[in-house]
């Protein structure tokens, strides 16, 4: 299912079979002091090899190098412009196209990405009348994650290395994870927090946006497999 | 030394006493038969880290996808454009300037990568003048892959998935190998190769460039170590 | 207050002593067959005016053109890419710095824009240490506009051409609105609708998102009064 | 005539039986005492008006932004790249040409934008052999002009907010005028002037460069009128 | 003076002691059938060395290749695009200006270059407040051609190969031109020449505008007197 | 030979019969004490020639900017950006092959050229199945530099200015050679040298790598002859 572990002829006969890749994409982000800076792209490769056992597909090498204006000042943040991410991730569906891949499933956990992640997929749209490109990100979990959710969420809906996504890290990542480190912060925003661009770093001292130390494995758990589910349920819609 | 598992806190302090960052660079690419189609991105990442090893340095998550122009329309080789690759490595060059990077070490070990890496450590040492950027590709090893080698050396001294490459993951990556398929292929190429773009698919169907039979993980021992030493050498200097 | 009619002195003296631009942007997009093309251009500057009203500001000439990537095959929908409009509006920007400006406002009426419109406030954020640019659309309405709806919002919160949007222009342009036109319409999203680039021709055939039937006034009113009123909340502030 | 009154539906029948859309460009650009800022777009938009009631056809929204390079230091002037003005009109063709626009109009009253238009022009004229983009800057108006103009020209034929523009204004646009700020400069231009970039608040102080007091109402109805007739002669051609 | 010639040595104490470079641009295109495609290359170069003897500068090596969009299509004419010519010519402008020149003059011969060199020279201007670029296409010259030319001008203005250019020729480089193929064509130009994309093969078959039989050495000899005489006067003033 | 001199009607009727252009390729570059900057333009204008004959091609005019990093700081090196050579060399070719052109030769003479002509000529490859575009540095002259060269070679194979390239001249240029001023310069090189972006005028004062002294015109001609050969023989198959 790891796709880099497959000779080239090996691919092109399993691709001929199962026209599906998934491209797992997360970022090198800082995520408070419990947890580490690969998180997101921890999270966007387990997640990524959840589905692919269940529908029988390829898993591309991670994207590790994300968009990350709002944290882009705070150590260990590594930030790629949505126009280099974009020509990038454009590059990868044409090659992929290129081969017979015909479901090409973008598989992301940084909000940050998705503005360059949807330009790519539009562009390869445009490019390919049958290529389909998904994009998701925790698809289906609203209505999951307000059941589990203990603490309050921070107004506007923002999160960071909270209840959630620790608890997203419990149940994909335990190892890398230092629950005596977790902390809870609810910081103010400001008012205009939404409606002009404020790095991060101006709001948060600790790199957290909720309350960390309420995550649990089984919370983590509970989300994901609504997740990995609603993927599911629409690449098995593709065959 | 993986960086990724750091939290920010940690990698922050990391860097503040040896502000060096290792990034391996490889590629998706078709090696003939009995090697992955991930092998310039095994080899890159363990390259890197016994190099990391050995000056106690952070390695980031590998960057897997390059310029793979010439093998770009056989399966399993996914081609990014120089101009996009260029620009995520420049990006990720800012970013760990910002953060107290003061050597940012390259490790490539995809020949095609070599024009994007060198515009990117160029674009950087205009806007920094503190930032060293190296970039490598097996450096110093000239000699010895000819002590090494049993096969004679392709004209313009091509070779790809051959005794060199294929004793490179026999010692770094043997468990992706399968020896059973390796086989040699010396073809000839057209007079014009080196003058005019030529796709390697219109030169060989085996994706074999050399004696892939001749590999042993000794002679990979051999040149390997001799590339880690030089990276290392140069990499002491620095301090 | 229309900066479009001033002097460049009359321009010069009224920034130096309010430095505050309001540039209304929109969008020129099929809307259904009761409301007119230029809707969001219509709202877009209507919204500015009554906002500029209050807190004595200039409005800059309505930017008309937005990306429209949705309805893009529809007919009198022009649609701009994310690429030049982000430009576009950085240009502008530099130039109200130049002249004193530091609070670009620019209030947007389509969605499309968003996109754009943040990469630009995120440029112009890294030019000037001192420039504030906010980006508005519909600001603080998601509690009211959940109190005056009476028909039941589409799955995923889509929208177009309905029961708020031509509220709105009741409210704000109710000579361009024909209510002897408007009609109901919730197509079924496809289930990938949110996961994959999906032209908004593909869903419908009326161009409406929602109950138009069932737009009032009154409705529209009591929306764009909170949007005015949190708009001109959060500018106060930065005097 | 107005298309953005228009539904989608009504656009569509209009274009079906009139392929011919107008496109006003002006700019926000000083223009001396006496004269709006937005002198431009007012011109490019009641010319326009005037055009499409003699031929029938529709007239886009205004393109208020243009490049306006000469006198960018001056406050009030609003100054947009040629790179980022010649993506966004090409854009709008794009859209028009696929809605069965053939004739796409662009009648522009600021010299600056010149370059851009042309280059948007010549972008679309490779892309579509059965689109026609015309551009027109009050054409066919040399020999009108010399005849009415009182005051002597500038070296060069450089002018600007002055007997010929504040004619214009008084025909097309009288409430903006403020005829007792009118003024009368004639600079010396440097020798090198048309040989070297220049920005003009290095020339004037005033932002008029001629008479604006020998302005007329008539003198503008008569050279408008030659521009509407040359604009209406060619398009009635097209038909 | 061909600065070509110099080592880098003498180059510097050369720029040290008079901080000006010539820079030829010309074009390869279609002249008619008896003039060379180099014409406006073999003219820009020897009208820059006439300059350089006057005013002791140093002449570039010609750049060669110009942007020839309305002859694009006839055979041996090789058009570079505005945006690929206009960097080309920033980044010289950024070379000379390192090594002290403070005089970048363009001595141009061909129309379609002049938007990229503007942009070009517009650029440098923001980039460096001490250097001057000039730019010159046959300065000054508007009088005595009125007064030497003995066929009637083009409607518009426009001319190529014709009386006044093939008379350059004569001058400058008689033994390019062929004088018994020469022609006068007068092509009737479409209404709307000047306010659409029109390639000039549609127009003509001889490419030639004008009266090329009528040229004389003489008449060439008295309008590059004033050019040469316009530019030195100019470059006389920055010493 | 010499394209330039031909009319547009001899140029179509040349190209006709043989569809073959070739470009020299050089750069304005220091060159040490005893060659001129324009040395690489003498070089290959004079080689391309000497091919031309051999062949009965055309010879465009020479392209004399060229990419400088390395010696970007020492007077009299011009250094064009990669991307703008690439873009203008692609429009090159696009422009040749409209009219006929199938072999686009580009003849270069200088290392740092080669990027930017391998980036266009894949662009070009992938615009038309059938052009073939080649580029030549001095090729299939290792052997016989080995036999002529005297003095031993800098590490890495690094040359300027040297033996090798003065002996280029005194056989092809020997009017623009120095040779008192000749000398032998055989620096240091930092050991990091071919791992990160090294400015030459770091490693050198004289602007000379190797000895200039032992150059001789028969060892040039012995090595060009070779090139010019190798040219030959390959052009020779394309008929």
Redesign the interface.
């Known amino acids: 299912m790891?796709?880099?572990?497959?000779?080239?002829?090996e691919?092109?006969e399993f691709?001929s079979k199962k026209p599906i890749a998934i491209l797992p994409i997360g970022a090198?982000e800082?995520?408070?002091?419990?947890?580490?800076?690969?998180t997101d792209?921890?999270l966007a490769e387990r997640l990524s090899r959840k589905v692919a056992e269940k529908v029988d597909a390829l898993v591309?090498?991670?994207?590790?190098?994300g968009q990350?204006?709002s944290l882009?000042?705070?150590?260990?943040?590594?930030?790629?412009?949505?126009?280099?991410?974009t020509?990038?991730l454009?590059?990868?569906g044409?090659?992929?196209y290129?081969?017979?891949v015909r479901y090409f499933v973008i598989i992301n956990t940084h909000v940050g990405n998705m503005?360059a992640i949807?330009?790519a997929?539009?562009n390869l749209?445009d490019f390919y009348k049958d290529l389909?490109?998904?994009?998701?990100i925790y698809?289906g979990t609203a209505k999951i994650t307000k059941e589990v959710r203990e603490s309050k969420p921070m107004p506007g809906g923002y999160f960071h290395a909270c209840e959630i996504e620790t608890s997203y890290m419990l149940y994909l990542a335990p190892d890398?994870v230092?629950m005596d480190?977790a902390l809870d912060d609810f910081p103010d925003l400001p008012?205009?927090f939404?409606?002009?661009?404020t790095p991060w770093d101006e709001i948060t001292d600790t790199?957290v946006l909720g309350s960390a130390t309420l995550a649990t494995e089984e919370k983590g758990q509970k989300i994901i497999d609504v997740a990995v589910e609603t993927i599911v349920?629409?690449l098995e819609?593709t065959k």
Chains 1, 2, 3, 4, 5, 6 share one sequence.
């Open positions: 790891d796709m880099q572990k497959l000779t080239y002829l691919f092109q691709i090198v800082a995520h408070g002091p419990h947890l580490p800076i690969g792209n921890y591309l090498p991670t994207f590790s190098y990350v204006w882009r000042n705070v150590p260990g943040s590594i930030n790629v412009s949505n126009e280099h991410l020509g990038v454009t590059d990868i044409k090659s992929l290129k081969f017979g503005t949807k330009e997929a539009r749209y389909k490109v998904f994009y998701f698809p890398y230092k480190k008012e205009d939404e409606y002009t661009p790199i349920k629409i819609k």
